[in-house]
C-alpha cells in the first residue's frame, strides 16, 4: 500500500522566492497534518485538515504560510515570500479519525539561502 | 513548562541491555498516547499505541499512569537496530504533542 507522499524531497532557494511543498495522504484517511522539524523546536503541527476542510492552523508562524486542500487526495504548504529562519524539514502525515496514529511522508528538507 | 517532556538522553547502552525512557505530560486531558521512532534524517514510524492498562509488543513494553500524567517505554535485550530517537507523543483533540526525544545508541 502507498504511505503517505510528499514532494519534492528536497527543495533548495532563495530568499524571497516562493516555495510549495505538496502531500498526497494515504487512501480513506479523513485526516491530513503538516509538520515542521527543526533542531531547536522539535517537531511542530502547523496546521490540520478534516475532510479536506482546515480544522486548526494555529501552528502556522505567519501569514507568509498558507495552505490548501482541494480535495480528498492532495495538499499544498506554501510559504511565499520564504526566508533563511524557514529551512526545516516538513512533515505531512495522515489518519483515519482524530485519535488515530497518524503516518508521516518521507518530508521535504527546504533549504532557504 | 513543555506540554511533553522526556528524558533529555543520550542513551548509549551495550547490545542485550534493558533500557527505559520516561516521559510526562501536562494535560491532565490529553486523549490518547503513542510512542514514535525516528532514524536520523528519516520520518517518525509509530511505534506503539499506550494504553492505561500497560501494553507490550515483543521486546517492547508501554506504561501510561494518568494520575501522575507519565508513560514510560522499556526495551529489553536492545539490538543495535533499536539505535534511534523515541519520540513520547500525546494526543490533545487531535493534536499530537511530540516530546523532544531521547536519542538511543545501542553499541556492539
Known amino acids: 500500500d502507498a504511505g503517505v507522499i510528499q514532494s519534492p524531497r528536497h527543495e533548495v532557494t532563495e530568499m524571497g522566492q516562493e516555495v510549495t511543498l505538496r502531500c498526497k495522504p494515504i487512501?480513506?484517511?479523513?485526516?491530513l497534518f503538516w509538520y515542521r522539524q527543526t533542531m531547536m523546536r522539535g517537531l511542530e503541527l502547523l496546521i490540520y485538515?478534516?475532510?479536506?476542510?482546515?480544522?486548526?492552523d494555529s501552528g502556522m508562524p505567519e501569514d507568509r504560510f498558507s495552505a490548501k486542500m482541494p480535495n480528498a487526495s492532495f495538499s499544498t504548504l506554501k510559504i511565499q515570500p520564504s526566508e533563511p529562519r524557514d529551512s526545516a524539514v516538513y512533515f505531512c502525515?495522515?489518519?483515519?479519525?482524530?485519535?488515530?496514529?497518524?503516518?508521516f511522508g518521507d518530508g521535504t528538507r527546504l533549504s532557504i539561502l | 513548562r513543555k506540554e511533553v517532556e522526556q528524558d533529555p538522553g543520550p542513551f548509549n547502552v551495550p547490545e542485550g541491555a534493558t533500557v527505559a525512557f520516561n516521559c510526562t505530560y501536562s494535560?491532565?486531558?490529553?486523549?490518547?498516547f503513542f510512542w514514535y521512532r525516528q532514524d536520523c534524517r528519516k520520518e517518525p514510524k509509530l511505534l506503539m499505541s499506550?494504553?492505561?492498562s500497560g501494553n507490550e509488543d515483543g521486546r517492547f513494553t508501554a506504561q501510561l499512569n494518568r494520575a501522575s500524567q507519565y508513560i514510560s517505554l522499556l526495551i529489553r535485550d536492545s539490538k543495535l537496530s533499536d539505535s534511534a530517537t523515541y519520540l513520547c507523543?500525546?494526543?490533545?483533540?487531535?493534536?499530537?504533542?511530540f516530546g523532544q526525544g531521547t536519542e538511543l545508541s545501542v553499541k556492539p
Open positions: 502525515a495522515s489518519s483515519y479519525t482524530v485519535n488515530q496514529p497518524q503516518h
Open positions: 487512501s480513506g484517511h479523513d485526516y
Open positions: 485538515f478534516n475532510n479536506n476542510v482546515p480544522i486548526d
Open positions: 494535560n491532565s486531558a490529553s486523549q490518547s
Open positions: 499506550v494504553y492505561s
Open positions: 507523543v500525546v494526543n490533545q483533540g487531535g493534536k499530537l504533542i
